[in-house]
């Protein structure tokens, strides 16, 4: 699995869940991970999450720790559960990083919340010849729309990326080495 980390702000638009983003834009082709810092500034249209579309929910335009992730080899059922993996390894960085003193991280399904404030937002679709996953970690705290973000406990983004990208890699690679080593049940 190949992994790039952006240096330089972006926005997330939706274009990034098209099959092959970071293959034309990076030159990473097959599996990848791709994290960056940016807005949210998907319009609904290219929202692939029915539940909001159809209940007419909003999600705060905000700067977000992004990861873009692709896998070739997987339905929607394999994405969601490697979803689950990328978040269970956020929150696990994260509880290594906050003191639980001051804060309440907990993880409900595939969103991590500080107490009643949203830290993450997260997604998993297919396209034609993939899946793709969205996790969105909120940088600012933003009380007013309930939003709490890396920044409320000076935790430097980037470095929480390659941390993250890192270990979903290891996850990834130590999935496909058990599979491999199994024999069939005759």
Not at 116 to 143: F, M, Q, W
Request: glycine share 6%; net charge negative.
């Amino acid at each position: 699995m190949k992994c790039k980390i952006l240096e330089e702000q972006r926005a997330l638009t939706g274009e990034e869940m098209l099959p092959h983003w970071s293959y034309y834009n990076f030159g990473l082709s097959g599996d990848s991970i791709v994290a960056f810092c940016g807005q949210f500034s998907v319009p609904k249209e290219r929202w692939i999450d029915l539940e909001y579309i159809v209940n007419d929910r909003s999600l705060p335009s905000a700067d977000m720790l992004h990861f873009v992730v692709e896998h070739f080899d997987s339905g929607l059922h394999d994405a969601m559960l490697r979803q689950y993996v990328l978040v269970s390894i956020l929150e696990e960085k994260l509880l290594h990083r906050i003191p639980q003193d001051d804060h309440r991280l907990v993880r409900l399904g595939d969103d991590l919340f500080d107490g009643e404030n949203r830290l993450s937002i997260t997604a998993a679709g297919c396209t034609l010849v993939s899946t793709k996953l969205h996790l969105g970690v909120y940088l600012d705290t933003e009380p007013t729309i309930g939003v709490h973000g890396l920044a409320a406990y000076g935790i430097e983004p980037l470095e929480l990326a390659e941390v993250i990208a890192n270990q979903y890699r290891a996850e990834m690679r130590r999935l496909s080495e058990k599979a491999w080593r199994m024999r069939p049940i005759i």
